[in-house]
């Protein structure tokens, strides 16, 4: 129980802190901010106020591959715990704190404020995807099933890794960004981002809190919603601000009323 406050107490600073970022630096048009605001707002319900039942599942037996995987990188006690607080400082405090600091490190190249608004997008929309399956599937987690720890609120989220599928969902979608608005060698900034994604699903593996096939399949639905969603929304922007960079103005001064037609 006292990890599991301490989990939830990192996730809701995490979250304090990356808000006031944008509430702060961000400047959305109405339309871009409600639409952020709603899928911010989901995310957190379903990830922080929102609390499932414990529903025992059909399927709780692993496969005989998670099972042979998870003998092999499964940290003893006390190295478990660990483990599972590297995964932590990997997930918030690089990969969703690092947020901000990519945008502001990009601002030279594209507009700051839009390069924000897409990742938190891409991390609301992989948050609720993923809770979403959680729910669904209800899979035990290694920790419960061997009984290696005790049963909480958690034990039976293991289907897919949420630390994974975020990691890699803003990884990717970082990775892009780096890629087309620095001069960064490409090499280094996919192998660094995936790396360190990758780095995130094995101390989860360590931690005893997830099979292979959850890291697995949380890095491929990360992967694919972070690339995905990242060419959706820079061609939304560009094309937004390409209409806005062709509207008339009008400046008014007591002295003249001025009328800009860009062509």
Known sequence: ????????????????????F????????????????AELSCFSYTQFVY?????????????NFDAYIRKKIHWREPNDDYAGNISDLLLYGIFVGGIPFSSFYLKSQNSTHELLLINLEILS?????????????????????????K???????????????TAFAIGTSTAKMFSKYSGIN?????????GLAAATGYFRLAADKHYFTDVLSGAIVGSLIGSTMFDILIKKYK?????????PKISYTPYNLKLTIPL
């Not at 669904?136 to 419960?144: A, C, E, G, K, L």
């Not at 049963?151 to 599928?165: A, I, L, P, R, V």
């Open 151 to 165: 049963d909480n609120d958690e034990s039976y989220k293991s289907f897919f890794s949420g630390h994974t599928s």
């Open 125 to 149: 929309i992989n948050g609720l995807i993923t809770n979403f399956v959680k729910y669904t599937t209800n899979r035990q987690r290694p920790y419960s099933f061997y009984s290696s720890k």
């Open 51 to 63: 609390h499932h039942p414990t529903i025992k599942t059909n399927i709780e037996t692993p496969n």
């Open 22 to 37: 944008v509430f702060i630096y961000s400047q959305p048009n109405p339309k871009d901010y409600l639409r952020l605001a």
């Open 239 to 247: 094309r937004k601000n390409l209409l806005e960079n062709h509207i």
């Open 186 to 194: 490409d090499k280094t900034i996919w192998i660094g981002s995936l």
């Open 1 to 20: 129980m006292e990890e599991s406050w301490r989990d939830l107490s990192l996730k809701k600073l995490s979250a304090i802190t990356l808000f006031s």
